[in-house]
């Protein structure tokens, strides 16, 4: 079971057939839902008109995009390379838990 916005629609994905969710439903409101909530409200979704395909949107609505930072090693020594003092990559790559970096407003993922 999936999740997926196309424009200003959500559709529930189960197996290859997609389910129109109610028109109310944004990802941004359906993110606001504790997890008990969602599940019921995905529990009452009408799965009577499957619709077989249908062209994805990006996945977001106002929310933020951030990665955590697994990087190739690669990438890491041209960073250091590029950096006044390697010191503070040398920080971020050896750390035990990942950095976590911001990628995109909503405004700028495609």
Do not use: C
Not at 62 to 74: D, F, K, L, P
């Amino acid at each position: 079971m999936e999740l997926v916005r196309r424009q200003n629609s959500m559709f529930l994905k189960e197996g290859p057939a997609f389910f129109p969710l109610n028109r109310a439903a944004s990802l941004d409101h359906l993110l606001q839902l504790s997890l008990a909530d969602l599940r019921s409200f995905l529990e009452t979704t009408d799965r009577t008109r499957a619709i077989t395909h249908i062209s994805p949107a990006k996945p977001i609505e106002s929310q933020e995009v951030w990665a955590a930072g697994v990087t190739y090693e690669r990438s890491r020594d041209a960073r250091m390379l590029e950096a006044v003092s390697a010191d503070p990559y040398e920080r971020v790559y050896g750390a035990e838990r990942p950095e976590i970096f911001l990628k995109a407003t909503p405004g700028r993922v495609r």
